[in-house]
C-alpha cells in the first residue's frame, strides 16, 4: 500500500518552480544551479578570507588611476636609486669586471682581489659588532677548513660509487646528530645546504605523506606567526597553505589553545621552534607533541637557530624543556651545522623519527631514459667539499669543545640580557631561551637606537609587528671585551636618544619603519624587490666599470 506524505516547504517551492517547465529547462536550471552553487562555494573557501581579497582588489583597482600610480612608481625609483646608491658605498668603488679578461689571471692575483672583495663592508664582523652572521672566529679551524675543502672541492654525493667516502661522511654527520637530539637506532636525516631547504624539505615530506597517508589534497601546515619565513617559502612552492597562530602577549611563544583550534582535517604538520628568530623564544614544543600525537599530525621542531647550542645546554648546566626526539609526537628537526655546529657555510639537517618519514622527502624518476634517478634532497650534485668540511668541524670541537663553546655563548647571553634589563627605556621580548635577545620601547621608537648604534659600528637585525630589534650572540661576542662595550654603547646612546624629542628616522630604517604601516603589503613587496635587485647591481658609470684586470 502506497502512502504518500505532505511535501514539504521546500519541495513545494521546487516543484512549482518547475511546474510548467520543459525537461530541457528543467536540466539546464539544475545544471546552472549546481555548477553556480560549486562556484560561489570555491570563491568563498579560498585560501585568502573575502576581506583580504577585496582589499587586494582595491589596491590593484586603485594603482590603475593614473596620478596614484605615477605617485607610486616615483617612489619606488626613488628607492631603487637609494638602494644603488647604498650598494656602492659598500663596494667603495672597487672597479666592476663586466666582461671575461682576455687572458686568465695569475693565482696570486686572484688570490688578492678576493682578499679585497671578502674585506669590503663597513661592519667589523670579526670583532663581534655584528648580529649572528659569523658564528665563530679561529684561524687554526679557518685553516682547516681550507684545505679540506680544497681536498673534496670536486668531489659529489651524487655519485656514491666514484665518492664513497663523501658518502660515508654524510651518513657520519647524520648519525651524530641523531645521537645529539636523542634519536635511536631508526632516527635518520640527510644533509641539507641550509635551514631553509631542511624546513622545505620537511614541508615537502609532510604533504607527500600526507597525500600518501590520508589522501588529503588540500594540505594545510599550522604554525606560530613568528615560525621562520622558510615554511611561507616552502608554501609557495610547494602550494600548502599556512594556518597562523598568534603568540601569547607576555612570554611571546605560540598559543597552544590557539594551535589546537587552527588545526583542521587537512592539516598535514603542526611547527614549533627553538628559538624563534624575531625574539629567541622557545615554543612549548612537549604541547605541541602532545597535539600531534591526538590528532595524528607530525610535528617538526625548527632549530635551526639554537639546535646546536640546545643539545649541549644541560651538559653545560642549563635547564631546558623537553624539544627533541625525547618526545614521542616530535617527527622531525632541522638544525643548521653552519650556525652554532661551527661549520662553514652551506650545511644544515633534517632527521626524521623514522625513514617512513625521510622515503617521502626523496624525489625519484624511474622512466628517465637516463636511468632511474634518486635524489635525497633539493639538489643533484652537492658539494662533497661542504659535507667533508662539516665532518672535519665535528671532529675538530668534539662532545667537550662544543660544550665549552656553549657554555661561554650562553654566559654571554644571559650576562648581556641582565644588563639591558637594568637599562631604562627599553625591555626585552618574552624570556631569550639560547642567544637571541629582543629590544622594545614604550618611550621611543626602536629603530632609532639602532641607528644610533650603527654609527658606533653595531649591526643588529630589525623585526616589525610589533617593532624591535635583536642580538643574536655568537662565539665571536664572547671575546673579551665585547658584551661590556655594547652595553656601554647602548647605555650612552640611549641616554641622547630619550634626551632628545626629534627621533625621526632616516634612511633604510625609515623605509622599513614606514612599510610597516603600509595597509598595501605589495607595495611592501616592491621594495623588497628593489633591494634585492640592489644586490646584483652593477653600475653603467664607466668611470668605475673594468673589463678585467
Known amino acids: 500500500m502506497y502512502i504518500s506524505c505532505p511535501a514539504t516547504p521546500i519541495q513545494g517551492f521546487i516543484n512549482n518552480w518547475f511546474q510548467g517547465k520543459e525537461p530541457w529547462q528543467i536540466v539546464t536550471i539544475t545544471s546552472t544551479t549546481v555548477l553556480a552553487t560549486v562556484w560561489l562555494w570555491n570563491f568563498v573557501f579560498q585560501d585568502e578570507s573575502l576581506i583580504q581579497r577585496g582589499k587586494r582588489q582595491f589596491f590593484n583597482l586603485r594603482n590603475y588611476i593614473p596620478s596614484i600610480r605615477d605617485r607610486i612608481n616615483r ?22 669586471v663586466v666582461k671575461l679578461p682576455d687572458d686568465g689571471m695569475e693565482p696570486d692575483e686572484i688570490l688578492k682581489q678576493v682578499q679585497q672583495s671578502i674585506q669590503l663592508g663597513d661592519y667589523d664582523w670579526s670583532n663581534g659588532k655584528v648580529s649572528g652572521a659569523v658564528y665563530t672566529i679561529n684561524t687554526k679551524l679557518s685553516h682547516l677548513m681550507g684545505n679540506i675543502y680544497g681536498i ?4 659529489n654525493p651524487l655519485h656514491p660509487d666514484v665518492f664513497p667516502g663523501v658518502c660515508k661522511m654524510e651518513a657520519e654527520v647524520v648519525r651524530m646528530a641523531c645521537d645529539l637530539f636523542h634519536g635511536d637506532e631508526s ?3 640527510t644533509m641539507t645546504t641550509g635551514g631553509t631547504e631542511s624546513i622545505l624539505l620537511a614541508c615537502k615530506t609532510y604533504r607527500d605523506y600526507a597525500r600518501y597517508m590520508k589522501g588529503i589534497k588540500n594540505p594545510e601546515m599550522v604554525m606560530p606567526v613568528t615560525a621562520h619565513s622558510a615554511f611561507d617559502k616552502a608554501a609557495q612552492y610547494l602550494k600548502i597553505k599556512v594556518r597562523l597562530v598568534p603568540v601569547n602577549p607576555h612570554s611571546y611563544t605560540v598559543s597552544i589553545k590557539q594551535m589546537k583550534r587552527a588545526i583542521t582535517r587537512n592539516t598535514i ?27 595524528d599530525i607530525p610535528v617538526h621542531v625548527d632549530a635551526c ?18 624539544f627533541d626526539f625525547k618526545l614521542p609526537g616530535v617527527t622531525s628537526i632541522s638544525a643548521d651545522t653552519h650556525k652554532y655546529g661551527f661549520a662553514p657555510k652551506g650545511s644544515s639537517l633534517i632527521l626524521y623519527r623514522n625513514k617512513t618519514y625521510r622515503h617521502h622527502q626523496y624525489t625519484i624518476s624511474t622512466d628517465w631514459p637516463g636511468g632511474i634517478y634518486g635524489s635525497p634532497t633539493v639538489n643533484g650534485s652537492r ?13 675538530y670541537f668534539g662532545h667537550n669543545g662544543y660544550l665549552e663553546a656553549t657554555k661561554q ?46 654609527t658606533k659600528g653595531w649591526n643588529l637585525n630589525t623585526l616589525q609587528f610589533p617593532p624591535g630589534i635583536h642580538l643574536c650572540v655568537t662565539y665571536v661576542h664572547t671575546q673579551p671585551g665585547v658584551a661590556d662595550q655594547f652595553l656601554k654603547d647602548v647605555e650612552t646612546e640611549l641616554s641622547i636618544i630619550l634626551k632628545n624629542s626629534e627621533n625621526t628616522l632616516e634612511g633604510k630604517l625609515a623605509i622599513y619603519g614606514m612599510s610597516q604601516s603600509l595597509p598595501d603589503r605589495s607595495i611592501v613587496g616592491d621594495f623588497t624587490k628593489c633591494f634585492l635587485d640592489s644586490m646584483y647591481y652593477t653600475p653603467k658609470n664607466e668611470t668605475i666599470i673594468s673589463n678585467g684586470p
Open 75 to 96: 617612489e619606488l625609483n626613488n628607492i631603487n636609486s637609494s638602494f644603488e646608491k647604498d650598494a656602492l658605498q659598500r663596494l667603495q668603488n672597487i672597479p666592476f
Open 409 to 454: 655563548i650562553i654566559e654571554t647571553a644571559k650576562y648581556i640580557e641582565q644588563g639591558l634589563r637594568k637599562i631604562q627605556g627599553i625591555f626585552i621580548f618574552g624570556t631569550p631561551a639560547t642567544s637571541v635577545i629582543a629590544l622594545g620601547s614604550n618611550d621611543f621608537h626602536i629603530y632609532k637606537l639602532s641607528e644610533h648604534l650603527n
Open 152 to 155: 673534496a672541492s670536486y668531489t
Open 187 to 189: 632516527t635518520c636525516g
Open 269 to 295: 604538520m603542526l611547527v614549533g621552534s627553538t628559538p624563534n628568530f624575531p625574539y629567541g623564544t622557545m615554543d612549548n614544543i612537549q604541547a605541541i607533541s602532545e597535539l600531534g600525537l591526538k590528532y
Open 305 to 322: 637557530l639554537g639546535g646546536f647550542l640546545l643539545c649541549f645546554m644541560p651538559d653545560a648546566g642549563f635547564t631546558v624543556p623537553l
Open 383 to 395: 658539494a662533497g667539499g661542504v659535507i667533508a668540511s662539516c665532518w672535519a668541524t665535528f671532529m
